[in-house]
């Protein structure tokens, strides 16, 4: 069973963590790069990414005439995605585990566990 | 460089969508045929739709390190419902795509015009942080 790991934050929040003590960032980091090791050992991992900074992110729609729209306003409240970690698990409670792990890694941030869709609504 | 377009659009408590079967239909056929599109072109990288929102969990861990679940979440929360992970070479390319899955056809065959959320994945920590 496939589960996606979201860590998400406001932009004020990334911008405390950047203010952080570099040793600190550090620290954090490592934890992370041991998660992904042991994930990785176990086969249990299937991905993980993170993205660039909420500051770069901007929102599309198509207009009637198919062209894109783009726009970077977003609300101060709202949570960017700024990481994830897909992970091939035989159980819900396997997957909470591994969240806990990384919530316990990153000052007990709350981490979005969700199930992969299990229909093939997709080519690869 | 390497986008991830993602769907933001579901609240909380939203099951599957009470479309008819046949709007249900276009609009995954829809689906199928951009992702078809966008791996002939060698664009995708990966493609996936969640399962929905009332079966989410938010985790996080407890003084003694075990995971504490709740799935409880603001009404205004917006949900990821899928994403895609393109290749492309510039960000206009990546809101091309995007504005193709946003125009993605919804009941009746109207285009919804969702918004899509686009951002560049890195490709790692800096090295620095290694």
Known sequence: ?124 | MKYILMMNTMKSGHGVPSWPKKDLQAHIAFMIGLNKELHERGELVSAEGLSFPDQAKLVCAGKDGRPITDGVFPESKEFLAGFWIIDVDSPQRAYEIAAKASAAPGPGGVPLNMPIEVRQVMSGPPPDML
């Open chain 1, 1 to 124: 069973m496939k589960y996606i790991l979201l860590m998400s934050g406001t932009r004020a929040g990334v911008e405390a963590y950047h203010a952080s003590p570099k040793q600190d960032i550090n620290a954090h980091m490592a934890v992370l790069h041991r998660i992904n090791q042991d994930l990785a050992e176990s086969g249990e991992f299937v991905a993980t990414q993170r993205l660039t900074e909420p500051k770069e992110a901007k929102v599309v729609r198509g207009e009637k005439n198919g062209l894109p729209v783009t726009d970077g306003i977003f609300p101060e409240s709202k949570e960017f995605l700024l990481g994830y970690w897909i992970v091939d698990v035989p159980n819900a409670e396997r997957a909470y585990a591994i969240a806990g792990r990384i919530s316990a890694a990153s000052v007990n941030m709350p981490i979005e566990v969700r199930q992969f869709a299990t229909y093939e609504a997709k080519s690869r």
